[in-house]
């Protein structure tokens, strides 16, 4: 590299970590004794910041995930990125933002897993970071497409410039490396600390594994199904997740107000203007689903109410209206006060809130400056064994069983985010009972039980784990909004474009892999399994 202008994100990342951690090898006489060295840094100290940095996405989850699968909705400028596919501000930096931060965290997991490689007492830890780094880059290729893996991290051994590797052999890769780490765990050995998902808990870690290993086989089923039967079928036999206890989560601190999504919610801006999208309310209406009351609220009268970020609403699912996605408040043909089904504004003269009658995310559930995030859970795990069932496969229990129990984990663990969103078992069982898997084709099987992992997720505001898995399963049936100047044709975008750098300091294997990308380097590109 000839300037600092050009310097690539995996030498960035690299000294992000060195900055902290690592020492020069020099003549041991000039080593600073009160500065950390390999010999004397723990480990352990690099687990929370990369869980942290993973479950903890802020905007990078929420400005085209949320929207573009009408989950959430927004007459707000810089929505339209996911709302209406177009690019308003900064849009090349969000949509290359999951790609920097996925090498972020896998610089700090690498240097992690280096430090305890081959060491008895780290061998949990170490076990624990190789699963933690297919989880990281799972999520980077399922986003992008083809993304640098086997040359990955390896800035110290001249490595400035890794290749991309194609997502096939990345899938290949991951599903080897949560398989071995998954079965070395051992329970009786030191556990890692500062864990913020188990606290150490091998337990539990192991069923992440394999419940991260059944996730990774299913993402398979369009492009590769036997693939996809062998490791679920792996998976589902190690062990994956049994209750809603055993949920990757992280609470996060009050006073640092880290709590992700949740603190883009508290931006002025986008409390006021993002509301649960049309789409995601009426499902939730239509089978009289309890999560509605739940984590939907309707806000008191008048802009100024709108904007008062501690007076709750009102939750009554009978007044709940989703705001359809796809419209402004430009005064246009597309301003949502001349669309048809507009419920009308609130408040009076200079108080009128044009958005008042449109529900938002409830202030208790998602307000919290220490609220809780979900990385996977247990009713997503239940939901993929139902539809494994439904194909046929040979997993434990049956489709309307895993079903079932994926639909009722969904409801109850929702008082993890807070106790005002709880709802009973009794309540959850009502549900189920009123509305059993559809078993009247596979088809059906299938769009049922995608249309819930969709619920959960969009409930959980897990919205990329919600699009990527959307795009695997084609379900719910979702129609594009068609706004002028949209990007795409007025299709859902079906990946993120590479971080824009890219093309500079990595040109070569850049270049490379978009040659091999369905579509190109695009919003409307397709990855490989996305077939």
Not at 22 to 33: R, V
Not at 175 to 191: G, P
Not at 443 to 455: G, P, V
Request: glycine share 8%; proline share 4%; with cysteine.
């Amino acid at each position: 590299m000839k300037t600092m202008k050009k310097t690539s994100i995996y030498i960035a990342a690299l000294l992000l970590v060195c900055a902290t951690s690592c020492t020069d090898k020099f003549d041991e006489i000039n080593t600073d004794p009160t500065r950390s060295s390999e010999s004397t840094w723990d480990p352990n100290f690099f687990l929370p910041n990369a869980q942290m940095s993973y479950i903890n996405l802020g905007y990078d989850g929420i400005l085209y995930q949320s929207t573009s699968m009408q989950v959430l909705a927004s007459t707000f400028t810089y929505y339209g990125n996911g709302d209406k596919y177009v690019n308003t501000q900064n849009s090349t930096s969000y949509q290359g933002s999951l790609f920097s931060r996925a090498y972020s965290i896998g610089t700090v997991l690498a240097e992690m897993i280096s430090l305890t490689k081959g060491k008895e007492q780290y061998t949990n830890l170490y076990n624990v970071g190789r699963i933690m780094q297919a989880m990281n880059m799972q999520r980077a290729t399922d986003v992008y497409g083809d993304i640098p893996y086997s040359e990955a991290f390896k800035v110290k051994e001249g490595v400035a410039n890794p290749k991309y590797d194609t997502q096939q052999s990345i899938y290949t890769g991951i599903l080897t490396e949560l398989e071995q780490a998954t079965a070395a765990l051992d329970a009786t050995k030191l556990k890692p600390t500062g864990d913020l998902y188990y606290a150490g808990d091998i337990v539990k870690w192991k069923k992440l594994g394999y419940s991260l290993m059944l996730r990774a086989a299913m993402r398979l089923t369009k492009i590769d199904p036997a693939t996809a039967k062998t490791w679920a079928e792996k998976a589902a036999a190690g062990g994956v997740f049994t209750s809603n206890d055993d949920n990757a989560k992280i609470v996060s601190d009050a006073n640092n107000a880290t709590s992700g999504i949740f603190n883009v919610y508290q931006v002025a801006d986008d409390f006021r203007e993002l509301r649960w999208s049309k789409t995601f309310i009426d499902a939730l209406k239509a089978t009289n689903d309890p999560r509605l009351s739940a984590i939907a609220e309707v806000p008191q009268p008048g802009l100024a109410n709108n904007a008062l970020q501690t007076l709750v609403g009102v939750n009554d699912p009978a007044v709940q209206v989703g705001l359809p996605n796809g419209y402004d408040l430009s005064g246009g043909a597309r301003d949502i006060r001349t669309a048809a089904g507009y419920p009308g504004a609130t408040g009076t003269g200079n108080d009128v809130a044009p958005l008042g009658k449109y529900s938002r995310p409830r202030i208790s559930v998602y307000l919290k400056r220490n609220g809780t995030l979900e990385t996977i859970t247990y009713a997503q795990t239940e939901l993929l064994l139902a539809e494994a069932k439904v194909r046929g496969w040979n997993v434990p229990g049956t489709a309307a069983e895993h079903y079932a129990n994926g639909v009722t984990a969904a409801m109850t663990s929702l008082s993890q985010l807070d106790a005002t969103a709880a709802i009973t078992p009794a309540a959850a069982a009502a549900y189920v009972a009123a509305n059993p898997l559809n078993a009247t084709s596979t088809e059906a099987s299938l769009n049922a039980i995608n249309t819930q992992y969709w619920l959960a997720t969009g409930s959980y505001m897990d919205f990329v784990e919600n699009w990527i898995n959307w795009r695997r399963s084609g379900y719910p049936v979702l129609t594009p909004v068609n706004y002028p100047g949209n990007v795409t044709n007025a299709t859902i975008p079906r990946r993120m474009i590479y971080l824009s750098t890219e093309i500079i300091n990595n040109k070569t294997s850049y270049t490379e892999a978009v040659s091999r990308l369905t579509g190109g380097d695009l919003l409307t590109g397709r990855v490989w399994w996305d077939k």
